[in-house]
């Protein structure tokens, strides 16, 4: 974690923050598009036309859903989304948006490595069915959030179908479970490719584990108390100590200006260097 911590205080500038929303926002648009299989056709994560050129394909494959839109993915949307923010509070803006950005990067790049490899071993038919494969990556994008959270608060409690209570670790574990199946069947029927495809798209939740598991590092009570110190390390270092009575300038607009009180003025009135002797006296 203390590789983290030094990447937080490199680059926590671009950390994102509201990315939970964005990506819901994503979604949205994306269950749109849906409605224009043209337009789908044109934005999904297709490797072939990626080397063809169609660049902006490792980008825009975020716009799919996890699935097709019914009652149920609007409820899991949701539920997502209530995972979505409470991690970004738990963990913070930066270690989120990495979170989320490694997990992009890793299933684009593994599913476009993967592709290059079956066509240099002349695996042309395997290459040409997993073309189709990234239109549901977002998925286990999705689940990776979920298996965050499963870590980080597992004794929390959830209505299944807003019926059963469980907990959430043990969705954890069936969410786990579903992940190896898939894999296990994937190697089963020879398709290696979706195997990594699969691997690739959790990536992310797995070095995740492995660098938090054992070290306390995560904890909700120090991302909130780390969270309210930023913001009253903000607030003290936005208060002014000088204000013009006359202008209003302060050191924070010109850390040039001096300021002094005047003596023949009733009260406690400050004036900057501009103003101190051609201001009219209060009386």
């Known amino acids: 974690m203390s590789f983290l911590t030094k990447l937080e205080r490199k680059y926590g500038k671009f950390a994102i923050p509201n990315l939970t929303i964005i990506l819901i926002v994503f979604f949205v648009i994306g269950y749109c598009i849906q409605f224009q299989p043209d337009a789908v056709s044109?934005?999904?994560?297709?490797?072939?036309?990626?080397?063809?050129?169609?660049?902006?394909?490792?980008?825009?494959?975020?716009?799919?859903?996890?699935d097709q839109i019914s009652i149920f993915v609007i409820i899991t949307i949701m539920f997502y989304f209530h995972v979505g923010r409470t991690l970004e509070n738990v963990l913070g803006d930066f270690f989120y948006t990495l979170y989320i950005v490694s997990g992009i990067v890793f299933t684009a790049t593994g599913i476009m490595l993967t592709y290059?490899?079956?066509?240099?071993?002349?695996?042309?038919?395997?290459?040409?069915?997993?073309?189709?494969?990234?239109?549901?990556?977002?998925?286990?994008?999705?689940?990776?959030?979920?298996?965050?959270?499963?870590?980080?608060?597992?004794?929390?409690?959830?209505?299944?179908?807003?019926?059963?209570?469980?907990?959430?670790?043990?969705?954890?574990?069936?969410?786990?479970?579903?992940?190896?199946?898939?894999?296990?069947?994937?190697?089963?029927?020879?398709?290696?490719?979706?195997?990594?495809?699969?691997?690739?798209?959790?990536?992310?939740?797995?070095?995740?584990?492995?660098?938090?598991?054992?070290?306390?590092?995560?904890?909700?009570?120090?991302?909130?108390r780390k969270k309210q110190y930023k913001r009253e390390v903000r607030q003290t270092q936005i208060l002014t100590r000088h204000k013009c009575a006359i202008c209003g300038q302060t050191e924070e607009d010109n850390p040039s200006l001096e300021f002094r009180y005047c003596s023949r003025c009733n009260g406690n009135y400050e004036y900057c260097q501009n103003h101190l002797f051609t201001h009219e006296h209060k009386k």
């Not at 044109?42 to 996890?66: A, D, H, K, S």
């Open 116 to 224: 290059i490899v079956l066509k240099l071993l002349g695996m042309e038919e395997m290459a040409a069915f997993f073309t189709t494969y990234s239109n549901t990556s977002t998925y286990y994008l999705c689940m990776s959030m979920y298996l965050a959270y499963a870590f980080m608060f597992p004794d929390r409690q959830v209505l299944l179908y807003f019926i059963i209570p469980i907990r959430i670790k043990w969705l954890g574990y069936l969410y786990i479970a579903y992940i190896i199946y898939d894999i296990l069947i994937y190697g089963l029927i020879g398709y290696y490719a979706g195997m990594v495809a699969i691997i690739v798209s959790i990536l992310n939740y797995i070095l995740f584990y492995i660098l938090v598991k054992g070290k306390g590092a995560i904890s909700p009570a120090h991302r909130k």
């Open 42 to 66: 044109m934005i999904n994560l297709n490797p072939e036309l990626v080397l063809q050129g169609q660049v902006w394909r490792l980008i825009t494959w975020i716009f799919m859903p996890p």
